[in-house]
């Protein structure tokens, strides 16, 4: 018999980013575990292929074109996810982008304010109409955001996108203490080196393969299917006592 507390069904999640990599390895396993799910990716074509694995597991699910960098495209992207589902008992604000490759020193303003705009603004836009719902509704609810190793490394050439996934694990700490006496609890997720749509570049580099490849204790590349069972826990009422944590998933990477 499964552990009961792993049981989703009647809870509804959103996952932007959803329509691959980290996202949808998320979205497929919370919805194989019975949760509702509403999708949010800027792919058209993606969000479709995406919606029909999801529905396989025969739950309602939803996929809807949003650019989270876009304020009037999150709110409304979100009434249409509460319309569908009802309700959100756990956001995932997982969207993100990558621009590297611009020495710090010759980086252009345009660049610095991509990687702000998806993987900061995002998450504002994103996670102020989602407590505004929960806390309207009474519902003790779950935010999770994808950060990242270079939260915490040195990322050569990557500045902005480094100081973004750290700025958000502040915010997860911050909001784990402000809504926490509303029963709703904030954590992070560090990936590390996850073979995706956004790293396909470096891991057909034959020369970055050579120096990271050694260094994680597993010897292999993570999968975005490694990331469905942490979202189920924090989606689940299991993790209902674990709150304001960067929870790290690299093959064992950042200690070896």
């Known amino acids: 018999m499964p552990y009961e507390q792993f049981d989703l069904t009647g809870k509804s999640v959103l996952v932007t980013g959803g329509n691959s990599g980290i996202g949808l390895g998320m979205a497929e396993a919370v919805a194989e575990a019975g949760a509702d799910v509403c999708i949010w990716g800027r792919n058209k074509e993606r969000n479709e292929t995406s919606l029909e694995k999801l529905q396989q597991?025969?739950?309602?699910?939803?996929?809807?074109?949003?650019?989270?960098?876009?304020?009037?495209?999150?709110?409304?992207?979100?009434?249409?996810?509460?319309?569908?589902?009802?309700?959100?008992?756990?956001?995932?604000?997982?969207?993100?982008?990558?621009?590297?490759g611009t020495p710090f020193h010759k980086m252009s303003l345009e660049e610095w304010h991509a990687i702000f705009g998806v993987n900061m603004d995002g998450v504002f836009f994103t996670l102020k109409p989602t407590l505004a719902h929960m806390l309207d509704q009474g519902i003790a609810g779950s935010i999770v955001i994808t950060s990242s190793l270079s939260a915490k490394y040195g990322m050569p050439t990557g500045e902005h996108y480094a100081a973004t996934?750290?700025?958000?694990?502040?915010?997860?700490?911050?909001?784990?203490?402000?809504?926490?006496?509303?029963?709703?609890?904030?954590?992070?997720?560090?990936?590390?080196?996850?073979?995706?749509?956004?790293?396909a570049p470096l891991f057909e580099n034959d020369k970055f393969k050579k120096n990271i490849m050694p260094r994680i204790p597993q010897r292999r590349w993570g999968e975005p299917k490694d990331f469905g069972p942490i979202a189920v826990y924090l989606c689940s009422d299991a993790s209902s006592y674990h709150s304001g944590d960067a929870l790290t998933i690299d093959g064992g990477y950042s200690c070896f």
């Open 57 to 100: 597991y025969g739950v309602k699910a939803l996929a809807l074109e949003c650019d989270v960098s876009n304020q009037d495209q999150v709110n409304d992207c979100f009434s249409q996810t509460i319309d569908f589902l009802g309700k959100v008992d756990a956001c995932f604000a997982n969207a993100g982008t990558a621009w590297l």
């Open 165 to 199: 996934k750290a700025g958000v694990l502040s915010i997860v700490r911050a909001m784990a203490v402000e809504y926490a006496r509303h029963g709703i609890r904030a954590n992070a997720i560090l990936p590390g080196w996850v073979d995706t749509n956004m790293t």
